[in-house]
């Protein structure tokens, strides 16, 4: 792999991730994303690997993969580092190329029509303060992210892929979006808790009384697999 000189580059950010997809090399590394993004680092990373880990993190093992470094983005977030740093280990993870191409092809024609109607705007959603809660939140994602729960990588995908793309564009709204998404899926677990805590205490009995209607057979043969 090559060494990562972290420059800045003008380019559009659909144009550079389409560039990265048409090299020949079978597999694609972290450290080579680093050195395309450069000084878009964090919000054009965690941009790129919510997109890839929402559209095949069906893959054994991909939203891992994909999960820890942007763990270790969100955690740079909150301390304030000023350059995107990754340890060797982490440049050297890699996922196949061929993967990457039909992930991003998925999503290039509505990534393209976001970039023109995206700008700089709400400028209190992307202030210092605004990137730690940034941070603070997509580590909490992040834990969400790399559980084995199956489709369960999907929606915090998405809300990193909003976060990202509003830090590269300096779009507020983009920010704001993930921020009421986040709000939506805490109020979505809470009425889910309270409907449960309200409900079992009448399903329970329910449930006990509907055993002791099973013929003594059926017990005796469930507890073979119990």
């Not at 808790?193 to 005796?220: F, I, Q, R, S």
Request: glycine residues 8%; proline residues 6%.
């Amino acid at each position: 792999m090559p060494d990562y000189d972290y420059q800045a580059d003008t380019r559009r950010f659909s144009q550079v991730i389409e560039d990265i997809g048409a090299k020949d090399d079978p597999k694609l590394y972290l450290g080579e994303l680093v050195n395309a993004f450069g000084e878009r680092g964090f919000g054009a990373l965690m941009l790129f690997l919510g997109l890839v880990s929402a559209v095949i993190g069906a893959v054994p093992g991909t939203t891992t993969v994909l999960g820890m470094p942007i763990l270790l983005i969100a955690f740079q977030l909150v301390i304030r580092r000023d350059q995107l740093w990754m340890p060797r280990w982490a440049l050297k993870s890699s996922i196949d190329r061929e993967g990457y191409r039909v992930a991003i092809a998925k999503v290039m024609t509505p990534l393209q029509k976001v970039e023109r109607w995206s700008r700089p705007r709400l400028s209190i959603m992307t202030s210092e303060l605004s990137e730690i809660l940034i941070g603070v939140a997509c580590i909490i994602l992040c834990t969400i992210l790399v559980l084995p729960i199956p489709g369960g990588n999907l929606i915090p995908s998405l809300i990193i892929v909003a976060f990202g793309f509003g830090l590269v564009q300096r779009d507020g709204v983009a920010i704001l979006a993930a921020w009421c998404a986040i709000a939506l899926l805490g109020v979505g677990g809470v009425v889910i808790w309270l409907t449960w805590a309200w409900v079992a205490p009448y399903l329970l009995p329910v449930w006990e009384w509907l055993t002791t209607l099973v013929p003594e057979g059926w017990h005796w043969f469930a507890s073979l697999f119990a």
